[in-house]
């Protein structure tokens, strides 16, 4: 293949988990060592969200043909997970924290029960924000949970088990 070439494959190659709600793979062509896919459209892409298509690759062009919108996505080796497990990107700390927001503990309760400073509290549901792509507690705990409620359940059984061998 010289420089210049490109290698265009149809729809038929695409992989059924390469659907998206509003949006579906029709082809796919490499240009030198990238791969391209060819995304149909139901919204203009330049007044809607292209977080779902993203998750595939960056956006790099689009195009209309006869009312119909078309992106060009530069294709990574493999698909981010739109929606990453929380439990792996929330350390241990945050999680606790999350979880005594989500039983209604103001930063201040939840600094004198884990004993560490207001400021360091700030910080930490900062980053939270941050990882989560949230800007609200209500926010951080919608997310969340299905983890919080682990925690908690978590929580409840260990402290009937201390009950259970204090008896003993």
């Given at each position: ?20 709600s509003k949006n ?31 998750a595939y690759g ?28 929380l439990a792996e ?80």
């Amino acid at each position: 293949m010289t420089m210049n070439e490109i290698t265009f494959t149809n729809s038929s190659s695409a992989q059924p988990s390469e659907t998206f709600s509003k949006n579906s793979i029709c082809g796919e062509f490499n240009l030198k060592t990238s791969k391209f896919l060819v995304i149909s459209s139901e919204s203009d892409p330049k007044t809607s969200p292209m977080s779902d298509v993203n998750a595939y690759g960056l956006v790099v062009g689009h195009f209309q043909v006869n009312k119909q919108f078309y992106l060009i996505v530069q294709a990574q080796d493999k698909p981010r997970d739109p929606k990453p497990n929380l439990a792996e990107i929330l350390t241990h700390r945050e999680l606790q924290i999350a979880t005594l927001v989500a039983i209604g503990c103001s930063n201040k309760q939840i600094a004198n029960r884990l004993k560490i400073s207001e400021w360091t509290i700030s910080t930490h549901l900062r980053r939270i924000f941050i990882k989560l792509s949230v800007t609200s507690r209500a926010a951080m705990i919608y997310r969340c949970a299905s983890l919080i409620q682990e925690v908690l359940l978590e929580d409840k059984n260990n402290s009937t088990n201390e009950k259970q061998e204090y008896k003993s």
